[in-house]
């Protein structure tokens, strides 16, 4: 099973270099590269969802703080000036580094990978020394380089315990998937798609039911496309379908994606995902989630204060150059929604699989103290 799918992220160069996103927005018509050169480019990038997927955007705004530490970086959208200070003053170099973090925090607020990812670096500049722009510049690189290289390795840790879990599965079985939690999501090869690609790689036979996630489909778009570029066994159907192919049998496991688990396993998903949850449930069929442990927010007790993005009316009530929907009509557009821990079976990640999902559970798992 290979594929020829182009890098969701690289950074090209040293230090002084260019952040490659895969445009998403373009996919699956064209596969074209968007370059940015500055943190700004990078944060209309996460908030126009050229890159997402919530390991994905916090490896991009990674690179995104290192774009800010040089000299000539601009200002355009609220970013506190870099470059403008007197002369001789480069402690201030830190600082650019800090408003970027505080800056990219702004691009989206559910994907809890975004802060973590910006807590590394601001750490990273904060242990630099003050003054030295070269090392500080380095110094950031090498961190955001680590972030990406460790999230290749937690999607790969998370497929091989993800399988384990699902090895009972049989042969033809359906998976069902909803947005994309692929490699397009992530610095390596997905979250729940690792899991369906180490299955498929072990040599079980799937067929996978992708859900088209309205409203901008992520399913259709991209993890359609992800599993035909390795070729693997899928059937596209509208959110509203999944009901009827669980009433008919032909699901037997589903695996998400998440971008905020809280303490006590309520996990955030894309729009659709606790629909697909409760469906799940009637029919007697396991939901699984699949996040590295950087998806873990211990800070917030429940699902409740998971902070959920709403998005712009238009993209409800349009689709490309076409109207749907009465200009005027009153529009109602979160990005994510909660699916309480109890509709979860399990939450695998890369450290092992979290079943059933208890606040105890969590803690063990995440090694972390809720405070
Ligand atoms: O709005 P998006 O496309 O960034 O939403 C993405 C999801 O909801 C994914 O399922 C989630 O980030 C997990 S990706 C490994």
């Known amino acids: 099973m290979t594929t020829t799918q182009p890098p969701t992220l690289r950074w090209e160069g040293g230090a002084d270099g260019t952040l490659v996103l895969l445009d998403q927005t373009r996919l699956p018509g064209e596969a074209v590269e968007l370059r940015c050169r500055t943190v700004e480019e990078v944060w209309q990038a996460i908030q126009r969802l050229a890159v997402r997927g919530a390991p994905a955007i916090g490896v ?23 470059h403008h200070r007197a002369e001789g003053a480069e402690a201030n170099w830190r600082d650019d580094a800090f408003a970027a973090c505080d800056y990219l925090a702004t691009s989206r607020p559910t994907a809890v990978n975004l802060f973590w990812a910006l807590e590394r670096m601001r750490r990273a500049a904060q242990e630099s020394a003050a003054g030295a722009v ?27 315990h ?15 998937t909803h947005c994309n939690a692929g490699a397009l999501a992530t610095g390596g090869d997905g979250t729940a798609l690792a899991v369906i690609f180490e299955l498929v790689r072990r040599g079980k036979r799937l067929h996978v039911w992708v859900d ?13 496309w992800e599993l035909s570029q390795r070729g693997i066994d899928c059937t596209l159907i509208c959110d509203s379908m999944a009901a009827q192919v669980m009433r008919q049998g032909r699901v037997q496991a589903v695996i998400t994606g998440a971008d905020r688990i809280a303490a006590n396993g ?14 799940a449930k009637a029919h007697g069929v396991p939901f699984h989630i699949a996040a ?70 969590v803690r063990a798992a995440t090694g972390q103290a809720t405070g």
């Open 162 to 176: 993800g399988a384990d879990l699902l090895a009972a599965l049989p042969a033809g079985a359906g998976v069902l």
């Open 266 to 279: 309520d996990s955030a998903n894309k729009i659709g995902t606790y629909g697909v949850a409760v469906l």
């Open 212 to 224: 088209e996630t309205r409203p901008l489909l992520q399913g259709a778009r991209l993890t359609a």
């Open 292 to 361: 590295p442990t950087s998806t873990f927010d211990l800070s917030l007790a429940d699902g409740a204060a998971i902070p959920i993005e709403e998005r712009g009316r238009d993209e409800i009530v349009r689709l490309g150059d076409s109207r749907l929907a009465p200009p005027d009509v009153a529009v109602y557009n979160p990005a994510f929604d909660v699916t309480p821990a109890e509709l979860i079976r399990a939450i695998v990640t890369e450290r092992g699989v979290v079943s059933p999902v208890t606040a105890e559970a």
């Open 60 to 82: 991009a705004a990674a690179y995104g703080v290192v774009l800010a530490v040089r000299a000539g970086a601009t200002n355009h959208t609220g970013l506190p000036r870099l």
């Open 134 to 160: 070269e090392q500080l510049k380095e110094r950031l690189l090498a961190e955001a380089r680590a972030i990406h290289e460790e999230d290749r390795q937690m999607c790969a840790a998370i497929g091989r």
